[in-house]
T-cell receptor, first 115, second 112 residues
């Protein structure tokens, strides 16, 4: 399996622009997570989906952030409008939903810089 | 909700010595505790995990111990090597929940 696939790997954008990050989970995994990593706050869970349904979005910073999962193999995280403080690495991760699937597997991350 | 505290934030040891990183968790319902290693510019990757029905688990030079009563767990790396230099994250998951809550991370540096 190719693992969790994220795109873009790197993005530099101007403040106020819309940013869309994409994720393809590991085939067969039915839980998907979006994490944000910064030096100051470490790894923060933004939102997670189970069977394509958002379960907990309490970590989404504000209304500028939105996430969707239209099907089992694709999810997006959108920031509109972007701000410099959104600069971070955004990781998507997935796991199986059964009791044996404790481990979550991370993608390579999307490195976002907002100038 | 669950809260995970990790110490120290940075750790520097001589090559060949042992390194210990400690974490505490708040929710007694947590039952799964993984450790992830993140090399510079890379994604976090699982190195070892432990469930609440086990007190210790070993994998070559790496071991994890769990004290459920005190709600803390530790990562032990013996005979450290330069390639062990990385940021290490502990995490905890509440039984029946999906999400992992991560500690703040420990930057481990192995000095030659």
């Amino acid at each position: 399996d190719a693992g969790v696939i994220q795109s873009p790997r790197h993005e530099v954008t101007e403040m106020g622009q819309e940013v869309t990050l994409r994720c393809k989970p590991i085939s067969g995994h039915n839980s998907l997570f979006w994490y944000r990593q910064t030096m100051m706050r470490g790894l923060e869970l933004l939102i997670y989906f189970n069977n394509n349904v958002p379960i907990d979005d309490s970590g989404m910073p504000e209304d500028r952030f939105s996430a969707k999962m239209p099907n089992a193999s694709f999810s997006t995280l959108k920031i509109q409008p972007s701000e410099p403080r959104d600069s971070a690495v955004y990781f998507c991760a997935s796991r199986t939903g059964d009791s044996s699937g404790n481990t979550i597997y991370f993608g390579e991350g999307s490195w976002l810089t907002v100038v | 909700g669950e809260n995970v505290e990790q110490h120290p934030s940075t750790l520097s040891v001589q090559e060949g010595d042992s390194a210990v990183i400690k974490c505490t968790y708040s929710d007694s319902a947590s039952n799964y505790f993984p450790w992830y290693k993140q090399e510079l510019g890379k994604r976090p990757q699982l190195i070892i995990d432990i469930r609440s029905n086990v007190g210790e688990k070993k994998d070559q030079r790496i071991a994890v111990t769990l004290n459920k009563t005190a709600k803390h767990f530790s990562l032990h790396i013996t005979e450290t090597q330069p390639e062990d230099s990385a940021v290490y994250f502990c995490a905890a998951r509440i039984q029946g929940a999906q999400k992992l809550v991560f500690g703040q991370g420990t930057r481990l540096t192995i000095n030659p």
